[in-house]
Structures are given as C-alpha cells and as structure tokens.
C-alpha cells in the first residue's frame, strides 16, 4: 500500500515545493507597492531563487538514493520553513534577495522523485511515471493564480504565511506515508560523477534541459511582470494568462513522456526544437497581443513535451547512475530558468527591446535540433556497430581493390588474426591453397553478376590450421547502385564435415559452391 503512495505522494511533494519556489515573482506587482525595488533589478530578484533551486538539485539527487526520498522531503520541507517567514516580514530588497535564494530548496526537490520513482516502475513506464511526476510543475500555475487573489483581500505578507500552514501538512504527510524501506543506493557521490562526466549524453541532455525547462521557469517567472509593464495588463489578469501558460505546459510534460515510452524520443525532440524556433522567432518580431499569445502556447507546448521526453531518456543511457544524472540535468534546466530572464533584462536596458533575446532563443534551439538528428543518426550507428561486434559469425569488410577495412571480434575468435595484423591486407592472408584460380574466377564472376555468392572453402588459421568455412560474399552499395564495399561472413563448419570430404578438390573447383541470383 505505502509503495503504491509514492508516486502521488511525491508528486504532490512537488507540487508544493514549486508553489513556494515562485511565491516572489507571483507576489511580485504587490510587494513592489511595498517594498522599493530599482526597475533595473526586477529580473534579478525573480530569477534569484532558482539559483540554489538549481545547484542543490545535485546533492538532493543523490540524497534521494542514499537515505530514501521521505527523508529528503521531510527535511526539505522543514528547511524552507525559515526562507518562507522571513520573506513574509521582509521589509527591503536585501531581505527579499536572501529569502528568495533560500526558496530555492522548493525548486529542488524536483530530482528527488526523478530519482526514487524509477524504482517502484518497469523501464517502458518510465516515461509516463515521470511524467506525471513532473506535473508537480502545477504548482507554480497554482502560486501564480491564486496568490494574487488571495493578497488582494488579505494582503501579500499574510499569503505568504499561509505557505508556513501547507509545509508543516506536509512534513507530517511524508512522516507518516513516506516509504521508510525505499531501496537505496550507496554508491559514493564522486565515484557517481566520475563514471557520468565524460558521457556526452549527459552534456546533450542538459542542454536540451536547459532549453525545455528553461523556457518553462523564465516563462512563468517573467510573464507576470512583463504581461502588466509592456501590455498594461491587470495583475490579476497577467496572472491568470501565466497559469495557463504553465497548466498547458505542465499537462503536456505526461504526454511527452507517454510518447516517449511509445515511440523514439529522440525523433520527438526533434519535434519539439523545431516549434521552439519557430515560436522564439515569432517572439523577437514583438506582435500583437494575440499573436503573442499564440507564441507563448506554442513554447508552452513544446516545452511541456520536451520536458516529459528528456526524463525518458535519462534512465534510458544512464540506468546505474539515474540519482546523480537526474541532479545534473535538472540543474541545468533550473539554471535554464535563471539565465534567460537576466539576459532579457539586460538586452531591454540596452535596445530598448526584448526582440534580440527571442532570436537568442531560437538559434539555439535551432543548434539543439541539430544535435539530436545527430544523435539520431548516431544512435542508429552504434546500434549497427552492437550488431557487427556481437555477432557469432566472422565479418570482414574489404574495399573495391580487395584490402580489409573492418574486421569483427569474431573473425579474431575463428582465424587468430587481430584487427591490427589484417587491416589493409587482402584476404588473400587466409587461403588455404586448396582452391584453384578457377575458383575464385567463378566465384567473382558471381558477386559481379548477382551481387552476391555463397559456398564451402578451404581457408588457414594464423596458427596454420586449415579450416572449412561457410562463406557468403556481398556487395555493398550506395543509393545510386554503385558498390562501395565486398562484406564476407563465415563460420567453421569443419566439424560438421565428414572425414571423406576433408582433402577432397585441391585443385577443382569445391563441388559445394553455389552461385546465387
């Protein structure tokens, strides 16, 4: 019963931790009538909390693992505690900007249920269990909704004590329905990033990451704020247009990952950075309010999607090392959330506009795309690489004048030969001399003619051993039919060969062989 908690339990854990992590950027067109914050650092204060929100992603990760992810949860929970009353009774700008980076303990909790959920769920689910996980993003719509409502009747300071309440609910939700007999994992964190840290994949996911989830939080961090000072919105309707920014992002995050557990995720983020580049560029041309908007769901979409299918790929190359992965790339992606909305700042103050950080966003969502049909392609290359490699049978791969390209460990196995002592040598290396130059006429005669043949000969070890193989022989070629390569496979088949044949047609032509076409 406990076990099948988790995933709810954990999810509303994150719903939670990302209502508090935005309580300051909601709040934000209220505590400004307060508290006198210089315009120039508006972008600041709300990009601030997602900075430890980010960082601790890492630890708190690998914390899940090693002492379960009740443990983590609770003890998060009571730490924000502090950060939340302070920021309650803050009266200047400093206050804020110490109260704000200590909210981002909300943020973070975020790779604490990537990083236990796998465990109680088969790998084809993954997907749509992190997910549903990741809609625990809810809470930042829940925040961005209600909390103006509810500061318009009792005030901004009271609203955010009304955190202190729901925080102290829920350390005692995690005490009692916490699975104390989480599986865990011991594995010393640096051991972790040594085995992790020269993976490119890591690198690849984290910038995808950084993209998704980046738009994502610089999004519902920004629009608020910018909704009211560019299009002179009400506060509370800039509100409600940012919670549905975040409620189509964050219902899509299960889709992307359903998808994902159904088809390639990688050709789905393909996908995916194409409707961010769009979208971005629609952006930098500063439209109308309506198209605006449609540019803003658009990235809501792909974000929501692309969010869900990163979090399959995770546990897809990294099994082992999900805990610390999970950290790293949740890190980026929160730091996705942090960089944007500064840069944008900055870029305003320069020009005046916002239109050259939406360009910024769309080329390197741009770049992104590329490098997942790289990966695609990649993918499919090192599937076919698995393929050559484990294969019983012998393999070598020859160009058009007759020297050996590639050889496979098998072909080592059967013939003695090593990569090393054959690559640019002819196969001539391996004949045996019971075949006559008859043979070999007939026989690439054949592979001219057909494209391929197939037959018994007599060929020699290294060791000088002679053995009878079962040899196919085909032509490689290109899409305009030309040939590029000659690929032979074989296997021993001596023993299978009875004794009266063994030294049978030195010189004729092996009465086994068979032209094929």
Not at 61 to 83: D, E, H, K, Q, T
Not at 178 to 183: L, T
Not at 280 to 290: N, T, Y
Not at 407 to 436: D, M
Request: a positive charge.
């Amino acid at each position: 019963m406990i076990k099948k908690m988790q995933l709810p339990l954990q999810t509303m854990n994150l719903v939670l931790g990302f209502m508090v992590w935005v309580i300051i950027s909601a709040l934000l067109p209220f505590i400004k009538e307060d508290i006198s914050i210089p315009a120039d650092r508006l972008a600041i204060l709300t990009a601030i909390p997602v900075v430890l929100g980010s960082i601790l992603r890492i630890p708190l990760g690998y914390y899940a693992n090693v002492i379960g992810a009740r443990i983590v949860f609770i003890a998060s929970f009571i730490l924000l505690l502090f950060p939340v009353y302070f920021i309650s009774t803050a009266s200047s700008f400093t206050h804020l900007v110490i109260g704000g980076l200590f909210l981002g303990i909300g943020g973070a909790v975020f790779s604490v249920g990537v990083t236990s959920l796998p465990k109680y769920y088969a790998k084809e689910k993954l997907g749509l269990v992190n997910g549903i996980y990741g809609m625990g993003n809810v809470g930042t719509a829940i925040t961005t909704f209600a909390a103006p409502v509810i500061a318009n009747q009792i005030g901004w300071s009271r609203t955010v004590q009304l955190y202190l309440i729901l925080l102290l609910f829920f350390v005692l939700l995690n005490v009692f329905l916490g699975d104390r007999k989480e599986a865990k994992v011991k594995t010393p964190i640096m051991e972790q990033i040594k085995g992790v840290y020269k993976n490119e994949k890591l690198w690849f996911f984290s910038l995808f990451y950084f993209i998704t989830f980046g738009s994502f939080v610089a999004f519902t961090v920004y629009l608020p704020n910018f909704l009211v000072s560019h299009f002179e919105l009400a506060k509370v309707d800039a509100g409600i247009r940012t919670a549905g920014f975040i409620v189509v992002a964050t219902c899509l995050r299960p889709v992307g990952g359903w998808l994902a557990d159904k088809f390639k995720p990688l050709f789905l983020l393909m996908g995916v950075f194409i409707g961010l580049t769009i979208a971005a560029i629609l952006l930098a041309f500063s439209p109308s309010i309506g198209l605006y908007t449609a540019g803003c769901l658009t990235i809501a979409v792909c974000a929501g999607l692309g969010n869900g299918i990163i979090f399959k790929l995770v546990p897809l190359y990294f099994n082992k090392q999900a805990g610390i992965v999970n950290g790293v790339v949740s890190m980026m992606g929160g730091l996705g959330g942090f960089f944007p909305p500064l840069m944008l700042s900055v870029i305003h103050s320069i020009t005046g506009q916002y239109s050259i950080g939406f360009m910024a966003l769309s080329q390197i969502a741009l770049a992104s795309l590329v490098i997942v049909v790289w990966m695609y392609y990649q993918d499919k290359l090192s599937v076919s690489s698995e393929v050559f490699n484990s294969t019983g049978q012998g393999i070598l791969v020859t160009d058009l004048a007759g020297k050996i390209t590639a050889v496979n460990p098998a072909f080592t196995k059967l013939t003695g030969y090593s990569k090393e002592e054959v690559i640019g040598k002819n196969p001539s290396v391996l004949k045996s001399g019971r075949q006559s130059p008859e043979f070999y006429n007939h026989m690439w005669t054949a592979i001219q003619e057909h494209g391929s043949w197939q037959g018994e000969i007599w060929n020699r070890r290294k060791s000088g051993e002679e053995y009878l193989e079962l040899l196919t022989i085909n032509a490689a070629k290109d899409d305009s039919g030309d040939i590029i390569n000659y690929v032979g496979t074989f296997s021993d088949i001596t023993s299978h060969t009875p004794y009266s044949r063994v030294g049978r047609g030195d010189n004729k032509i092996n009465s086994a062989a068979k032209l094929q076409g």
